[in-house]
């Protein structure tokens, strides 16, 4: 049985966390927290005692070759800030500790760089979770594209829209300061990324980019026309803020960001989305040219009044489709509150017009379009989340057979596009993936 450590106790820890607590605790244990803020940790550490007992210590960050030490940790386990990921990876690897690390690999080109010559340096392992690929829409597009229905791969058209409830959640943070994640085309993109590499087997090249923060953030959101609508009015007037979180609405995200763990680290979970500092990118649009000839266009924008995505993959033989819809609408309920992220939850508002929703459709040349079965299974991400945990905590007892598992490499190809493409914005010119330097091969 592995022991794990944790580094990063916010709130996608719990995933791991209460895997290992749970339907994992059988493949591992956890020795030890690693995060600086004494209450967070503590909130994780009242949820391991009350589930399996025991004591579990917790460790600032600049400790982490101790804890790993004296806990006898084999595996790390990274939650953290992405601008903090480079520096705990590199550093267990070092120590001689094996990672797996939540994307994006790293913020910036130098810090995944910095991954990689540790990687070379120490022969040591480091898993990527990318989850979406463990979602059966996803999958089911990967088999077609795979089984070789449509023919080679030519053109990719991807759409996903972020709505005013999660969108708006990267702008409530330290997400909306670029410096701490690159900003959404790192930080949120790379998923988008990774899911077309995997999908076509392709292999990103060159990148232009342009987009900006055109809605949130005081000078975007005032400056650029941002008025509050009828129905937001209305809401107001019923003492409802739709873009605020209520944290401590909630027991567990007020246990980790209610006014005790701020008074430890101020950090701020519910800023408001109009307030000064933002410099992440809402809106963006991207051309990317892949080896082999392949292109895709691709755009995000983060405040639509729905949310999901349509991925659009052309070959030489037909057509894919696919087209999902996560929430149709953001609804809050009486006290002013939705779910945040709806793909991660089984949350269904009845909509004739724009229902929850998933369709995958081929069609080959000269053919009728034919609907493909998407399976449905329990669980966050269409019970990706679970396929995810198991593949991590049980890898040897997963066949893999569509090439689920990412490394390294697909870490770099995912964040490399959108490294890229920051520094297509910067310069306004196309950017060259191999320019910048990101310590292999792609
Ligand atoms: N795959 C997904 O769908 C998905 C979803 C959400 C988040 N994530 C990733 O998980 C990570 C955490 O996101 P979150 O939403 O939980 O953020 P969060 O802010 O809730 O938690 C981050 C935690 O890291 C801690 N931290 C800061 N500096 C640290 C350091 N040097 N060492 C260790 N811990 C440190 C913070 O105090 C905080 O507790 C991010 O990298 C994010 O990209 C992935």
Redesign the pocket.
């Known amino acids: 049985m592995l022991r794990y450590a944790i ?7 719990g995933l791991y966390v209460d895997a290992l607590l749970g339907p994992h605790r059988d493949d591992g244990a956890i020795a030890a927290w ?4 004494p209450v ?1 940790a503590a909130a994780y550490e009242a949820k391991a005692q009350a589930a399996v007992g025991g004591t579990r210590p917790r460790y600032d ?1 600049a400790d982490l070759e101790r804890a790993l030490a004296e806990q006898r940790v084999d595996r790390l386990i990274v ?4 601008r ?2 480079a ?2 990876v590199t550093r267990a690897l070092r120590a001689g500790v094996d990672v797996v690390v ?3 690999i790293a913020a910036h080109p130098e810090q995944a760089r910095a991954i990689a010559d540790a990687v070379r340096e120490t022969g040591r392992d480091v898993v990527l ?3 979406y690929r463990y979602s059966p829409r996803n999958a089911a597009l990967r088999q077609v594209i795979a089984a070789g229905e449509i023919g080679r791969v030519r053109s990719v058209h991807f759409e996903w829209a972020l709505d005013t409830r999660h969108g708006a959640d990267y702008f409530r ?2 997400h909306r300061d670029k410096a701490n ?1 690159g900003g959404l085309l790192v ?1 949120k993109s790379s ?1 988008h990324f990774d899911l077309v590499n995997w999908w076509i087997g392709g292999v990103p090249e060159r990148v232009f980019a342009s987009g900006g923060t055109k809605f949130y953030g005081d000078a975007a959101g005032h400056a650029q026309g941002y008025r509050p609508s009828a129905r937001e009015d209305e809401l107001r007037a019923q003492g409802v803020d739709p873009w605020a979180l209520d944290v401590d609405g909630d027991p567990w995200l007020g246990a ?2 209610g006014p005790a763990a701020r008074a430890a ?1 101020g ?1 701020v979970r519910n800023l408001s989305v109009f307030a000064p500092g933002v410099t992440t990118e809402d809106t963006l649009a991207l051309v990317v040219d892949f080896r082999g000839g392949a292109v895709m266009t691709y755009s995000l924008v983060a405040y639509a009044p729905w949310e999901g995505y349509r991925v659009t993959v052309t070959g030489t033989e037909g057509r894919a489709e696919l087209a999902v819809v996560e929430r149709g609408s953001v609804d809050v309920d009486a006290a002013g509150r939705s779910v945040l992220d709806a793909s ?1 939850t089984a949350v269904d508002i009845p909509d004739a017009v724009r229902p929850k929703s998933e369709q995958l459709v081929v069609q080959r040349h000269w053919e009728r379009a034919e609907l493909r079965p998407i399976a449905v299974e329990a669980g966050g991400h269409g019970g990706g989340d679970a396929k995810l945990l198991a593949a991590v905590f049980r890898p040897a007892a997963e066949p893999d057979p569509l090439g689920r598992g990412a490394a390294l490499i697909d870490g770099l190809r995912a964040s490399g596009v959108g490294y890229a493409a920051n520094l297509s914005l910067a310069t306004g010119l196309p950017v060259r993936l191999a320019d910048l330097a990101l310590g292999v091969t792609l």
Do not use: C, M, Q
């Not at 580094?7 to 820890?13: K, L, M």
């Open positions: 580094a990063g106790t916010g709130h996608r820890a690693i995060e600086p803020n967070r960050p939650t953290s800030v992405d903090t990921h520096d705990l939540e994307k994006p979770t990318f989850n943070r330290w994640n930080h998923h980790l960001y680290d950090y991660s």
